[in-house]
């Protein structure tokens, strides 16, 4: 069975010029086939800022009214992702930037939340994966933006989080999957303040003494559980991580490894 | 031989969403392999004003600085990009969004004009027509946004009239290919004030005698020349006229046909 890596980067590494270029080496440098996922950035926070489009929040979630799936569209789809793909190219990579609009490879729908309108805040419905893969038999690396559709000509902005993993779940059954969230930390800290407290593992055995602990709390409650929830549907290995130990994390020597 | 439809629009389709539904209906509809380049709009001239970034131009042609690059890959290589594709989508066709960065399809150099420096302006010089192929065989329809690179890295700012030329003389060994340029008039006109005044057939024997009669004057000289230039490189036939006579386009009821 083939091995896939699905990797996800965020703000912390695309705001951070030569982050980025180091984390871009050593992603190229990786020989098996590999989908990376990426986020936003500052640039759309700034943007908006100069362009003066409100945010509005409804219960801690960011509402994406017309003006901000436009910008959205503009920096996720068209600034952040050409610039990767261009410099995955230059790096011998032969990267393919996709929104999941294109070749129909994320298809979505419109978040709805009880009584709560989050605006064209998309959820994954499904991951066209036999054209992800046959991209990846043909030698191209797709780099996906957090922007899908819903088929009915409407595009949606979704968390690149998610998108990683639908795009990971998806593949279980056709190659062994490695997940790999990079974010600012070393791993899942048991002490916040200590970047050498990583947990090394995480299992459904450990998870809920962990959570009863606190070493587990917050946003990092809802990632843990996506992450079980992969290894669930059959993805290998999830692994939570620094970009910057990006080939120390696949060999398993960093970051924190869920299964 | 393969048919081809290469088929570039601007920004008079681009900018009227009725106009944009009704000629990505007639595209749909094309049963032969087709692809798509569009240019821009005035969605990027007007996010410049909000944003204030200054227009410099040399000689009538505009300098692309950084924040310029920033804003075109934003704006066509995003919003406008990914809006075809997903309106596309919905039609029924697997749309799939390219630059020339993605899956290196179209690489180009920086513009050295003598003393001029334009600055992230690209002129093409390798159309990866092979992969371009794979993509048709397989059922994919590319949407080209003018957007290149130069294989270091570096984005650049192409026009779109040009990225369609360079597509079409690319395919000319492989496919019979119909070039059709649309923009906002019927056709070349004898008489630029009269719409009825199409010229329907221009070649290298008429060519200098309309043009000596002022029938092709100012910026049609180079798109006729350009034409001809793609004809001379192998494309079947090349057609300029509105984006809403499509289909009479391409049954030569409709605008001027260049062979």
Chains 1, 2 share one sequence.
Not at 149 to 159: I, Y
Not at 174 to 192: M, S
Not at 202 to 212: E, F, G, P, T, W
Not at 216 to 226: D, F, L, R, S
Request: proline share 2%; net charge negative; charged share 20%.
């Amino acid at each position: 069975m083939d091995k896939l890596y699905v990797i996800k980067i965020g703000g912390n590494i695309i705001d951070d010029e030569e982050k980025l270029d180091q984390f871009l080496s050593a992603f190229s440098s990786i020989s098996e086939k590999r989908i990376l996922v990426h986020g936003g950035g500052k640039l759309a926070t700034e943007l908006a800022q100069k362009l003066a489009i409100p945010q509005q929040m409804i219960q801690g979630r960011r509402v994406t009214d017309l003006e901000t799936l436009k910008l959205v569209t503009m920096v996720y789809g068209g600034w952040i992702n050409k610039t990767i793909v261009a410099r995955l190219q230059s790096k011998g990579v032969n990267a393919l930037g996709l929104t999941g609009a294109d070749a129909g490879i994320i298809k979505a729908h419109k978040r709805i939340a009880g009584e709560a309108d989050y605006g064209f805040a998309g959820d994954v419905d499904e991951v066209n994966a036999p054209l992800l893969f046959e991209f990846l038999e043909r030698g191209l690396t797709p780099v996906v933006a957090p922007i899908t559709h819903d088929g009915r000509g409407q595009l949606l902005n979704t968390n690149a989080d998610t998108i990683a993993n639908s795009i990971a779940q998806a593949f279980s059954s056709r190659a062994e999957i490695h997940l790999i969230y990079c974010f600012e930390k070393e791993g899942v800290l048991g002490n916040i303040h200590d970047e050498a407290s990583v947990i090394p593992q995480i299992n459904s055995d450990n998870y809920h003494q962990l959570v009863d602990a606190g070493a587990i709390a917050g946003g990092m409650i809802p990632k843990i559980q996506n992450a079980i929830a992969a290894i669930d549907a059959g993805v290998s290995q999830v692994s939570i991580g620094k970009a910057e130990n990006l080939h120390l994390i696949i060999s398993g020597k960093s970051g924190t490894s869920i299964s």
